[in-house]
């Protein structure tokens, strides 16, 4: 996968974070789902940061490692998410998109 696809893709990750986030803002969901889901946007803007800033330094294996956390934050707020029962679909959409975004990345970079 080359640099400007990973990129591309971790921006389509946090586009999506920050949806879920301004979801989450509007609407009454409980504390664990809110915080979850600012964990996930803070993690794809720091991976966002990592990649633009140092795009060569520590090669694949940091890429490997910000992309792994990203994918785990995702699924903490997916967790929380479902926890949660009842939440407004609209943030259920942004979340699940938003996991769904660092999955494909996450799979894409193992695959090479």
Do not use: Y
């Amino acid at each position: 996968m080359q640099m400007n696809e990973i990129k591309q893709a971790i921006d389509r990750v946090e586009q999506s974070a920050d949806e879920a986030k301004r979801s989450v803002q509007a609407g009454s969901v409980p504390e664990d789902l809110r915080q979850s889901v600012d964990q996930m946007q803070q993690q794809a803007h720091q991976a966002q940061q990592q990649i633009n800033s140092q795009p060569q330094q520590g090669g694949e294996a940091r890429m490997r490692d910000v992309v792994t956390q990203l994918e785990q934050s995702a699924d903490r707020a997916m967790q929380a998410c479902r926890n949660a029962g009842q939440v407004d679909p609209q943030v259920q959409q942004a979340v699940q998109r938003a996991h769904q975004e660092a999955s494909r990345l996450k799979k894409q970079i193992q695959m090479g």
